[in-house]
């Protein structure tokens, strides 16, 4: 460890580490520090894929979207209250940052759907993997490859400040190793507080006895860190609850599943909702079950174009059955119920349209090669919405508004950007974007 650096990046999930490659391509020696013994974060577990238009992947498969319109659709998912300027950087600089990602040997040239997006937007590894641990693998090789040093079990506890300038951080390196390390430019990417149970309760009590898909290591460090130079924070309130959430580990079932093709049914057998509707509206339609949870119903050809539901497989998480029958039989739900639950979606996606809750998307597979499947699922604390407040060049604002110098901020731990409810495939694109946004400006 030296004891100053142009740049230290504070968290290595995706945020951090797309930060880290920028900064030290535009010029500056970087080093990255994480209070866990892994990298990656909540990065690691992010399934969907990475939301951007007009790019050349979605051409290359001739599926018209347009800059404005994924713009638009995520003002919509967030109920208007985005940061619009924000917001406009992401959907504007989307499709540059997967060409970026590609440059860097990652390539995201899968496509699928999630609620809230008209066309085929989020961007997956080639074979339909999760996205976030082949994100973090590639980045991390792209670390490597520079001689970036990236410190584990190096818990960040402090910003310095003199005159008002970040100047650099205090941190335990290796735990024990209590330093303080001068840096030009600090960049705080130390995700959301999805694993705090203070702080939901602080913020939404609501979700603070849910379970939650967040690694351990997501306390909003960095939001209270900034706080006490001086940071603003903004939309601390907004927690999103992911539908789709097994209630015993909490495993995060993707929404790639639904994606592709699966519809929720209740404990009857029978739809309830538009099973690609916005996260928040899903959730609350399974929360108003009497049973208040779902299952995910999945056929063998889906299970095919989603490789995770192998993994939930193996964490004895997917229930299975030869018939539909059989399947309704394992789940205790009514056999003929089922079928006749399956048979009229498939003619819906036969004749594209869902009269019954209307669905518009993950219609282009009919639900009908055996073995048949279940997950059973509820909703559970996913991501935070709310964080520090930013401008478009990551630097980290005061309460008037003023940039705090030398402090820059990017990723979950940021707020403003998805407004109320963030679209599946959002936060991807936030990290990637921002992330190597802050590192150019943190190396000027
Ligand atoms: P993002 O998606 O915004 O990149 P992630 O959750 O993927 O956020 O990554 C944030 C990382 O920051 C995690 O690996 C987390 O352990 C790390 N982190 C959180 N607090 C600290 C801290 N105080 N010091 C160092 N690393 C931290």
Redesign the pocket.
Known sequence: VQDSYDVVV???????LAAAISAHDAGASVAV????PV?????NGASAGMNASETIFQEAEGIEDSKEKFFEESLEGGKGTNDQELLRYLTDNAADAIEWLDSLGITLNNLTTTGGMSVPRAHRPEDGSPVGEYLVDGLIENLSERDIPLFLN????GLMQEDGVVTGIDVAVGQTNQMSIQAKSTII????FGASPDMLQEFEPDAADSVTTN?E???G??IKMAQEVGADVVDMEHVQVHPTVDQTEGFLITEAVRGEGAILVNQKGERFFNELDTRDAVSEAIQSLDEGYSYLIVDQALRERVPAIDFYESQGLVQKGETLAKLAEEIDVDAETLEATVTAWNEHVQAGEDPDFGRETGMEHQLSEAPYYAIKIAPGVHHTMGGLRINTETAVLDEAGEAIPGLYAA???TGGIHGQNRIGGN?VAD?IVF?RHAGEEAAK
């Not at 990417?189 to 959301?192: A, E, K, L």
Request: charged share 15%; hydrophobic share 30%.
């Open positions: 504070v968290g290595s999930g995706g945020a951090g520090f994480e209070k866990m990298a990656g974060g909540n990065t190096s818990e960040v506890n990417t130390t995700g959301g690694h290591g997501a306390t460090d960095g990723g979950e731990v936060a990290i992330g």
